[in-house]
């Protein structure tokens, strides 16, 4: 009892672990508080207003006066016809993105690993980053330029070669191949600094162990640095797969037109086209659910199958 006593008492003053872990780097977790505030206010508390999805939203009636209907919304999307286009569109040009493009950015950054001029390592990168920071608005307008019918230069081109022009931006055969390449040229040498980073992390003993047993160039490519950057590589894929449904709004909405609807209308397009032009609330906000839905699922699955596979994952 007495020995039971001597313990309490000690322990009567002595923190928490996780008080004394707040209390040990409390400045720092000063500093995580506006990041913090921000997610809260802009990414949690938005999540509230998917309820009028459920509902027939009035605007002048306000999310809490609007009547609800239930699934309604829902059944709207499913039985439309436009439904399947949509999602026809948006897997396709996502698919397309990430079959040929999410490879671009890793074959970029083995190829500036490779090089061995400082300078030239340098300037490649800064040229493959700039059209990242380019709006899609300007690309946009140097595509049309670009793959202009009358006076592009890639028309005017197949003109001296004897070919009849092309529409390329007017054209639904050509449109979602315009599409994939002009956001490849965008975002490859953005992506390519991730793998870049993994690539600085391999510990450079591995290949001075592997020249002094003779490997090439190839060989170390193929056994020391290609595993080496697998892991990160998984990790890039579950996110692009877990964002299929993002086929790049900002891209189609400057680039489409009503000629290609058929093959460039996709799931975001819509959205504004139904909420914001036609003021229909309730059922773009069900659409736009719908996405997010299939967006969880899809990063779940695909971190389940990387786990089964023994693979790096999300959690």
């Given at each position: 009892?007495?020995?039971?006593?001597?313990?309490?008492?000690?322990n009567v003053g002595k923190k928490s672990p996780l008080w004394s872990r707040v209390s040990k780097y409390k400045f720092l977790y000063l500093m995580l508080v506006p990041g913090l505030i921000y997610v809260v206010l802009f990414k949690y508390l938005p999540i509230a207003g998917n309820m009028i999805a459920f509902k027939e939203y009035k605007i002048f009636q306000g999310i809490w006066g609007s009547p609800w209907c239930g699934l309604d919304n829902f059944i709207r999307l499913f039985e439309s016809d436009n439904f399947y286009v949509i999602m026809r569109n948006t897997l396709l040009i996502s698919f397309y993105k990430i079959l040929i493009g999410f490879p671009v950015p890793i074959v970029l950054a083995l190829l500036i690993n490779e090089v061995n001029n400082t300078a030239f390592k340098r300037t490649v990168q800064t040229i493959a980053y700039l059209p990242h920071f380019i709006s899609w608005v300007v690309i946009a307008s140097l595509a049309s330029?670009?793959?202009?019918?009358?006076?592009?230069?890639?028309?005017?081109?197949?003109?001296?070669?004897?070919?009849?022009?092309?529409?390329?931006?007017?054209?639904?055969?050509?449109?979602?191949?315009?599409?994939?390449?002009?956001?490849?040229?965008?975002?490859?040498?953005?992506?390519?600094?991730?793998?870049?980073?993994?690539?600085?992390?391999?510990?450079?003993d591995m290949y001075?162990?592997?020249?002094?047993?003779?490997?090439?160039?190839?060989?170390?490519?193929?056994f020391i640095t290609l595993p080496s950057i697998v892991p990160t590589?998984?990790?890039?894929?579950?996110?692009?797969?877990g964002g299929i449904l993002n086929a790049g709004f900002e891209q189609v909405f400057t680039m489409y037109n009503t000629a290609v609807y058929d093959v460039a209308d996709i799931i975001d397009t819509y959205v504004y086209r139904i909420g914001i032009v036609q003021t229909q609330y309730g059922f773009s906000a069900a659409v736009g659910l719908f996405k997010s839905v299939i967006a969880?699922?899809?990063?779940?699955?695909?971190?389940w199958i990387a786990g089964k596979a023994d693979q790096e994952t999300l959690f």
């Open positions: 009892m007495v020995k039971t006593a001597k313990i309490a008492q000690r330029s670009l793959l202009s019918p009358t006076d592009g230069a890639i028309n005017m081109l197949r003109a001296d070669l004897g070919l009849d022009p092309i529409f390329f931006m007017g054209d639904s055969r050509y449109f979602r191949s315009v599409l994939v390449l002009s956001d490849i040229w965008k975002e490859m040498g953005w992506s390519a600094i991730i793998y870049l980073a993994a690539l600085a992390g391999i510990p450079q001075e162990a592997a020249t002094i047993d003779g490997a090439s160039k190839l060989q170390k490519l193929v590589i998984i990790i890039m894929l579950l996110l692009r797969v969880c699922i899809m990063v779940v699955s695909c971190n």
